[in-house]
């Protein structure tokens, strides 16, 4: 089945990079995703990547995908104070039926500090 | 704001009593999907309907049910409550049916049984 992994808690100095790193482990996977939940709010759509690339670049969010590995990292540049919540990665895969879903990870807690 | 409208925003109730979840999705979506966030279970896909048809089923109790109506809007029907239930609902919706097309996500219900 499928499972999705990241570490809990990061915690990173305004202005500095982020990194937030997950593991999954369905290779039929055709989309990753980066999600951000802000406190008391819903989840917001960040990036994707199709399982054929390699990296994608969007604004100060870059996406590297190492499919052999089955591993997948978000690196933020420039961090600053709102980019403070916790992010979650996910792996989206079809089923039988012609539907899909979403299978998330735990979620990383990333907080920024001045 | 996603354009993905979840009503109510809060639901308190009591074990055994039964509870529907309102969501309206984003113009031109016609799937919608339902996922449950608790704090022992992380987030986890219910269902998916597109277009008024299941298509796609996590693990939904059969307490739980769904539909999907003409109008696109869908409800999720949750009945003889318990404790465990306590919860953020999130309904998402995309334009297609498949895991090409990404999902964007409402604010979320969050239902409390006391």
């Known amino acids: 089945g499928e499972d999705v992994e990241q570490s809990l808690f990061l915690s990173v100095r305004e202005g500095d990079s982020s990194v937030i790193n997950c593991t999954y482990t369905?290779?039929?996977?055709?989309?990753l995703y980066w999600y951000k939940q802000e406190p008391g709010a819903g989840l917001q759509l960040l990036t994707y990547i199709f399982s054929n690339m390699d990296m994608k670049q969007d604004q100060r969010l870059t996406v590297l995908l190492n499919k052999k590995d089955k591993h997948l990292s978000l690196r933020i540049a420039d961090t600053q104070t709102g980019d403070s919540a916790i992010y979650f990665c996910?792996?989206?895969?079809?089923?039988?039926?012609?539907?899909?879903?979403?299978?998330f990870g735990t979620g990383t807690q990333l907080k920024v500090e001045l | 704001d996603s354009g993905v409208t979840q009503t109510p925003k809060h639901l308190i109730t009591a074990t055994g009593q039964r509870v529907t979840l309102r969501c309206s999705p984003r113009?031109?979506?016609?799937?919608v999907y339902w996922y449950q966030q608790s704090l022992d279970q992380g987030l986890q896909f219910l269902i998916q309907?597109?277009?008024?048809?299941?298509?796609a089923k996590g693990n939904i109790l059969e307490r739980f049910s769904a539909q999907q109506f003409p109008d696109l809007h869908s409800e999720l029907n949750l009945s003889s409550l318990e404790l465990g239930d306590s919860a953020l609902y999130f309904c998402?919706?995309?334009?297609?049916?498949?895991?090409?097309?990404?999902?964007?996500f409402g604010p979320g219900t969050r239902l409390t049984v006391t």
């Open positions: 996910a792996e989206s895969s079809d089923s039988t039926g012609g539907g899909n879903k979403l299978t």
């Open positions: 113009s031109g979506d016609l799937s």
């Open positions: 309907y597109y277009n008024g048809e299941e298509r």
């Open positions: 369905d290779s039929s996977s055709t989309y």
């Open positions: 998402a919706s995309s334009e297609g049916q498949t895991s090409s097309y990404e999902q964007y």
